[in-house]
């Protein structure tokens, strides 16, 4: 069956660091783009950042430029979102994703669809 399974989130301090992964199981994830979203209360689900299929290719919003770093281990169909300098307003649920791109290995955009979630892990900054 097709799953992406989050884990890696909780509470930490506002400076603190984070590390979430999504192990992807019944395909093969470095087929495919890797998103990562979140959302906040009262908020619209925001894009993070993404990934290329080839991992060499990324795009980040302004908002995430600098503390938010994807990634991707081919040997454990994982990605990963590492997120430092943690801030209160991180405060969100979060989200990976991932969209099948047959031809293009060198690209990823938030603004396409995406095509498989993960169920979604919490992330609480405070102190």
């Known amino acids: 069956q097709v799953q992406l399974v989050e884990s890696g989130g909780g509470l930490v301090q506002p400076g603190g660091s984070l590390r979430l992964s999504c192990t992807a199981s019944g395909f093969t994830l470095n087929l495919y783009i890797i998103g990562w979203f979140r959302q906040a209360p009262g908020k619209f689900r925001e894009g993070i950042g993404c990934?290329?299929?080839?991992?060499?290719?990324?795009h980040y919003a302004d908002s995430a430029k600098g503390r938010f770093t994807i990634s991707r281990n081919d040997d454990t169909n994982t990605a990963y979102l590492q997120i430092n300098n943690l801030a209160p307003e991180d405060t969100a649920l979060y989200y990976c994703?991932?969209?099948?791109?047959?031809?293009?290995?060198?690209?990823?955009?938030?603004?396409?669809?995406?095509?498989?979630w993960g169920q979604g892990i919490q992330v609480t900054v405070s102190s």
């Open positions: 990934l290329s299929r080839n991992g060499h290719v990324s």
């Open positions: 994703a991932v969209a099948y791109n047959r031809y293009q290995t060198d690209w990823c955009a938030l603004s396409r669809t995406f095509d498989y």
